[in-house]
């Protein structure tokens, strides 16, 4: 299924569209966590496919990024994990890879932004189902 993120992403082609916390923001500030929130890092089927290709959740996690187009960005202060990072660039995922990452059916929103919402705007419009908490 197409989601909102989908259209934006192929329709607005003048716009690049940038992975926002790509690997699940695991240092996001306690008063965003919830207990019910996903963790990314540990997700089976990211750590299926990462088996699969001898690589870490955090690489499946960029390198399904990539692929689909989005510039992905993430942070760390870990000189091992910039090395890990960067060579997501040499994971291929395959279109069976993605067909299940993008199956994935949880939808959970790490950070809320509520604010960023102008009034009298359903946040809906913008969101994409996603647990609030
Ligand atoms: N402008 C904004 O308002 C805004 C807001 C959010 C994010 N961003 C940008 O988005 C980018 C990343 O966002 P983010 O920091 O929220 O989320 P993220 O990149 O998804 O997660 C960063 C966290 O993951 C850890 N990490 C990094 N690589 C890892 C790996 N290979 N394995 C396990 N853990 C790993 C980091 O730990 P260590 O550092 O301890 O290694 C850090 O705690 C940054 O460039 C940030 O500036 C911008």
Same mark, same amino acid.
């Given at each position: 299924m197409r989601s909102k993120y989908d259209v934006l992403i192929n329709y607005f082609l003048d716009i690049i569209c940038v992975a926002y916390s790509p690997i699940g923001a695991p240092n996001r500030p306690d008063f965003f966590k919830e207990v019910s929130h996903p963790v990314l890092l540990e997700d089976d089927v990211i &750590?299926? @496919?990462a088996k699969k290709h001898n690589a870490t959740a955090a690489q499946v996690l960029l390198a399904w990024g990539m692929k689909r187009g989005i #510039?992905? @960005?993430p942070k760390s202060v870990? #000189?091992?994990r910039i090395d890990e990072n960067l060579k997501s660039c040499n994971v291929q995922l395959d279109d069976e890879d993605m067909a299940? @990452?993008?199956g994935i059916s949880t939808r959970a929103r790490y950070l809320g932004h509520q604010w960023s919402i102008p009034p009298g705007v %359903? @946040? &809906?419009v913008?969101? %994409?189902g996603e647990y609030l908490g």
């Open positions: &750590e299926a @496919i #510039p992905v @960005i870990t #000189p091992s299940k @990452i993008n %359903d @946040i &809906e913008f969101w %994409d």
